[in-house]
């Protein structure tokens, strides 16, 4: 289901809001068009993690994968210039009956209390202008055409700074029309005073052993990103830089450091209308510690069989010792301890349509991890509408 989002997120992104083939229009009429589209992702994994007793084994459990409800919008507002909305929702599929009568809270998403993307904006000849919250501009260039799957992915430099939670949310982008082949987008992801600090990573820095704290930065501070494309005939080329000025590392003695930056370059090549190819570099440039540098070259291809598709993706991750604790923290050897590390990702994946809304999905995938954590393999069902 990621693949299917990810279109959608490409036509916000170009300042198209055309609906899907699985959407409903609940109203059209006088220049005002709204949507309803969604999906009901379940599926079973078996993964290996580390226990409570310090112990690493497999864990398997059925499983929401993303279950989705989501509104998007446009209004004609004249010839030259359309606004335009979307708003998408989580909810847990596997656990919805009871939970709120069991006492349960609403940390795990259940209800429509987890939200995704949502933004607003303008759209027009001159290109797009967004504000709010959506995929950050390096997952969407950079990473997903190598590794865009369903469940298990190769890891990213975005992983290393806590996920998405973060460089997704408070976000204003300008994106240009593609002229002569070549696109941009620039944008900022601003937090303000009177947001409070937020601790991430805080399960790696415990794993590792670190003494200080990740968080996103006390007061207003505003990051800056931005990123380039090129398409040619069946070959985009893209780079994308994120200078990550919103986060950073507060050691024990209250001594505070910047995060770091992000790079990334992507060349994807559409060999057919059933055969992708994409290469990517991305790295995070550390500065949280010396020697924290992570750099990772990945390769995926993506095939359409027919009756779905056929996928896989090899990367090499190259870290640097400090950079160690954050992508294989039960390696780590301590700050300035140790020496350098690589790993080899492999992922391996197909889906099988059962019809235009309905597919099946397996996935297995190994990260070369200490005790092999992370690694493991899962199979689900999704239905889109």
Do not use: C
């Amino acid at each position: 289901m990621k693949k299917t989002l990810l279109a959608t997120a490409i036509a916000g992104a170009l300042g198209t809001m055309a609906a899907g083939a699985q959407a409903a229009t609940v109203y059209n009429q006088d220049g005002s068009k709204l949507d309803v589209y969604g999906n009901v992702q379940l599926g079973w994994r078996n993964v290996k993690g580390v226990q409570d007793d310090g112990t690493v084994h497999g864990d398997d459990d059925l499983f929401d994968n993303g279950s989705t409800v989501g509104f998007r919008g446009e209004h004609i507002i004249n010839p030259d210039l359309t606004g335009y909305f979307r708003a998408e929702f989580e909810f847990n599929a596997d656990q919805q009956k009871g939970y709120y009568a069991a006492g349960g809270s609403n940390s795990n998403g259940s209800g429509l209390s987890k939200g995704d993307q949502a933004y607003l904006g303008l759209t027009g000849d001159f290109g797009d202008v967004r504000i709010g919250s959506w995929d950050d501009l390096l997952n969407d260039w950079i990473q997903d055409p190598v590794s865009n799957n369903e469940y298990f992915s190769n890891t990213t430099s975005g992983s290393d700074i806590g996920g998405s939670t973060y460089r997704e949310a408070n976000k204003i982008t300008y994106t240009s029309p593609i002229t002569g082949g070549l696109q941009f987008a620039v944008g900022t992801r601003y937090y303000g005073d009177a947001e409070d600090t937020q601790e991430f990573q805080n399960n790696v820095r415990d794993r590792a052993g670190l003494t200080g704290q990740f968080q996103t930065k006390d007061g207003g501070n505003a990051a800056l990103f931005g990123g380039l494309r090129y398409m040619v005939g069946d070959w985009t080329l893209a780079a994308v830089y994120d200078d990550l000025r919103n986060f950073e590392y507060v050691e024990a003695n209250g001594d505070d450091h910047d995060y770091g930056q992000q790079f990334g370059l992507n060349a994807t090549w559409q060999m057919s209308d059933d055969l992708r190819v994409a290469a990517k570099w991305e790295q995070v440039h550390g500065e949280w510690e010396d020697d924290a540098n992570a750099n990772r070259y990945g390769i995926g291809a993506r095939y359409s069989y027919g009756s779905g598709d056929l996928y896989g993706s090899y990367q090499y991750v190259d870290a640097e010792r400090n950079a160690v604790a954050l992508i294989d923290p039960d390696s780590f050897a301590g700050v300035d301890q140790g020496s350098d590390k690589s790993y080899n990702e492999f992922i391996l994946g197909a889906t099988y349509n059962l019809s235009s809304q309905m597919y099946v999905w397996l996935e297995g995938a190994k990260y070369d991890r200490e005790e092999n954590v992370g690694d493991g393999f899962g199979t689900g069902i999704a239905y889109s509408f």
